[in-house]
């Protein structure tokens, strides 16, 4: 019997599939019975500075922050490669399940690839990045297991479909300058490509997975099973150019169908389906009635294409547009006969690592600071760990502004995710009152001459060097 099914999909938005569950019927039966929240994850809300997918997996996989664990992409400055020996030491979820006697199958994991020899076995599917215009849109997957379980490739039927990457804007006619100038013959472009092609691929993509692993788990059972794709955050990044948008709900729509799928064919006691993070145009970090102050508190505004529907769309390294920054909510879903029925509002992304050792029934490493959500209808193992809806007080911070709004959205969204049970007031500049506020991290904002030191807890300034890019910020009260 599979214990736990755990379902990781990149950048997977959750008003997306909150907001409107009738599209997606195999989710929203497992938010029906089980447990759900938009949670807080590692992301500074900028269009530069902001966590990697890679830090916010690993993240997930140890319960450590990512100044904790270090896994980046970048080298150098103590920084871990992110593939599967760089874990050893920081005890992630598969490790410490298979020292409770658990086995694990990992398939296509977010880090971790040049697999070694765990409780089970991983499957990881690499490829490079496409960062260039390259004339060929497609990047090879290449499977790979360690030395012990390359049996299990011989249990896998067909070949990994490759990742595939959207037309650059001189494959569908256009250049950047074109439509940057021209922006209703943008709006016409982005209208008759954003992405389409990605369906079909992704579904292919789904499709192999899907066959992979339940082969592979008729002739080898494992406890757990653990899948991950990126393309739900390729999808988005590449085609959400309006509200609601239709390739990127399709996309959706097709994970939901897989996920019934593996429900249907896996019978596993409970599920978890989640993302790392989710997405939002860039024009959400100025939201703001006045178009005006919009374009002024944009610090890249001369380096974009501003649609004639609001949104904003950069060119990407590789050629094809770039409508999304990293949204600061993820998705986490849980179902199956220990979760409860429940919406949670105060979850983090170290919460993620303690909710799945919990549904497991093991114990959570003394040095990690996530809590066990409030999901369980069972007794715990980790009581002590449990984290109760509106029992955490929280202290009240002023942030001061000191630069840019662009700047200063990512300085305190950096104070918000180093900082847990603080609510966040703003000192500004009035004019962006309402750009301050549409943060959801934010909690109020108060004009310069309307600010009272005595009345907050803690004062924090911001600390930004253009010459280096250092940024921070420190308690000046």
């Known amino acids: 019997m599979l214990k736990a099914l755990i379902i990781g999909a990149d950048g997977v938005c959750p008003d997306y599939i909150f907001e409107k569950p009738e599209l997606y019927p195999n989710l929203a039966h497992l938010i029906a019975c089980g447990a759900h929240a938009a949670y807080s994850s590692y992301v500074q809300k900028g ?18 922050a990512p100044w904790e ?3 980046t992409v970048k080298e150098g400055d103590g920084c871990r490669t992110p593939s599967v020996s760089q874990f050893r030491e920081l005890s992630p979820f598969w490790q410490i399940l298979n020292q409770n006697g658990l086995s694990v199958g990992m398939w296509a994991a977010d ?27 497609t990047a090879e997957r290449i499977l790979q297991v360690c030395d012990r379980d ?15 990457y959207p037309k650059t804007l001189e494959q569908q006619g256009y250049s950047f300058n074109q439509l940057k100038e021209n922006t209703d013959l943008a709006m016409k472009a982005v ?39 990126p393309t739900t955050d390729l999808i988005g990044h590449c085609s959400m150019y309006c509200d609601n948008c239709d390739v990127l709900v399709s996309a959706y729509q097709l994970l939901d169908q897989y996920v019934g799928k593996w429900l249907e064919a896996l019978h596993p006691e409970n599920i978890v389906v989640l993302s790392d993070h989710g997405m939002s145009n860039f024009k959400e970090l100025v ?48 179902a199956g006969k220990d979760i409860r029925h429940t919406t949670l509002r105060e979850m983090r992304t170290l ?12 114990e959570i490493p003394d040095d990690r600071a996530g809590y066990v959500p409030d999901i369980f209808n069972r007794g715990l193992v980790n009581q002590k760990r449990l ?3 509106k029992v955490m007080i929280h202290k009240k911070a002023a942030v001061l502004q000191c630069f840019s709004p662009s700047m200063t959205d990512i300085l305190l969204n950096e104070l918000y995710v180093r900082n847990r049970f603080v609510d966040l007031t703003v000192v500004g500049e009035e004019k962006y009152r309402e750009i301050y506020l549409h943060n959801p991290r934010v909690s109020g904002f108060l004009p310069y001459d309307a600010f009272d030191a005595r009345k907050f807890d803690a004062v924090y300034c911001g600390i930004y060097n253009e010459t280096n890019g250092l940024t921070g910020h420190i308690q000046v009260h």
């Open 351 to 362: 919460d993620i690592y303690p909710a799945i050792l919990e549904l497991m029934g093991a």
């Open 387 to 389: 984290l109760p809806e």
């Open 111 to 137: 880090c971790c690839v040049n697999p070694v020899e765990i409780g089970g076995y991983m499957v990881s599917a690499r490829y490079e990045m496409l960062e260039t215009p390259a004339a060929v849109r």
């Open 69 to 71: 664990h270090h896994i």
């Open 191 to 229: 209208e008759k490509y954003h992405f389409q092609d990605a369906l079909e691929n992704f579904a292919a993509e789904l499709e192999f997975f899907y066959q992979a692993m339940c082969r592979v788990q008729e002739q080898i059972p494992m406890d757990v099973l653990y899948f991950y794709t």
């Open 287 to 334: 939201y703001c009635s006045d178009d005006r102050l919009r374009r002024e508190a944009f610090a890249a505004r001369d380096e974009v294409i501003w649609l004639p529907n609001g949104y904003i769309a950069f060119e990407a390294r590789n050629g094809a547009l770039l409508f999304t920054a990293h949204g600061l909510k993820g998705t986490f879903i849980a």
């Open 47 to 64: 269009y530069t500075y902001s966590y990697l997918s890679e830090m916010n997996w690993a993240s997930i996989y140890t319960g450590l």
């Open 150 to 164: 390359r049996y299990i490739l011989d249990l896998i039927q067909g070949e990994v479909p490759p990742r595939l």
